[in-house]
């Protein structure tokens, strides 16, 4: 059965104050580890998808990153408009469904 | 830029009633699915649902629960009869192919 599993759960940061959040995962034949964004009361907002170890994608602020066994979010100078949760998965084998982990809440402020 | 739409935005029913939530996919999408998120839980799959059949379903999607795509945009979950324990957002998503899944923003369901 596959899992995920987020750390930190909780990650208060300063404006400007890079850091990065974790995603470790167990999954029998790795198809996508995927990074999404979630807002309060909104659905989940699509990042990235990584496919294989040593693969890196950005977009702004963000930078994703994935070994054989973990994946990380890097974001650099973050601004409060980047606070949000932010929720990992992962899809293997032949199956289609995605398995989140319960994900990082991340606040920025001034 | 298209999104996936839901509606309703929030539904309120009585226990043991039967509810229908909907979902317009973006045009190009041919992979659907359901998922749930009971509040502060972890996002869970329901169902996934491609050329018109149920490709995959979790064993939350038992006999009360059933999806349907009846006229080529719309793809609705049904549940026949709703318990305490369905009350959760409900999200649709979508892919053109079957590694991209775009959410919806979700029909919160409160079963009273």
């Known amino acids: 059965e596959d899992q995920v599993t987020q750390s930190p759960e909780a990650l208060r940061l300063q404006e400007g104050e890079s850091s990065s959040l974790n995603c470790s995962y167990t999954?029998?034949?790795?198809?996508?580890l995927f990074w999404y964004r979630q807002d309060p009361g909104k659905g989940p907002e699509f990042l990235f998808t990584l496919y294989s170890a040593g693969e890196e994608k950005e977009k702004e602020r963000l930078k994703a990153t994935l070994t054989k066994k973990e994946s990380f979010l890097h974001i650099t100078a973050p601004k409060p408009e980047d606070s949000a949760t932010y929720l990992c998965a992962v899809r293997s084998g032949t199956a289609s469904k995605l398995t989140f982990g319960t994900g990082t809440r991340l606040q920025v402020t001034l | 830029e298209p999104e996936v739409t839901q509606t309703p935005s929030h539904q309120v029913t009585q226990m043991g009633q039967e509810v229908i939530l909907r979902c317009v996919p973006i045009s190009n999408h041919l992979y659907f699915y359901w998922y749930r998120q009971i509040l502060g839980q972890k996002v869970e799959f329901l169902v996934s649902?491609?050329?018109?059949?149920?490709?995959?379903k979790s064993e939350i999607f038992d006999d009360q629960f059933s999806v349907e795509r009846p006229d080529g945009s719309n793809f609705t979950l049904k549940i026949r009869s709703t318990k305490l324990e369905d009350s959760a957002m409900y999200f649709c998503?979508?892919?053109?192919?079957?590694?991209?899944?775009?959410f919806g923003p979700g029909t919160r369901l409160t079963v009273l």
């Open positions: 649902f491609y050329n018109n059949e149920i490709s995959e």
């Open positions: 998503a979508g892919g053109p192919w079957d590694n991209e899944q775009f």
């Open positions: 999954v029998s034949g790795l198809r996508g």
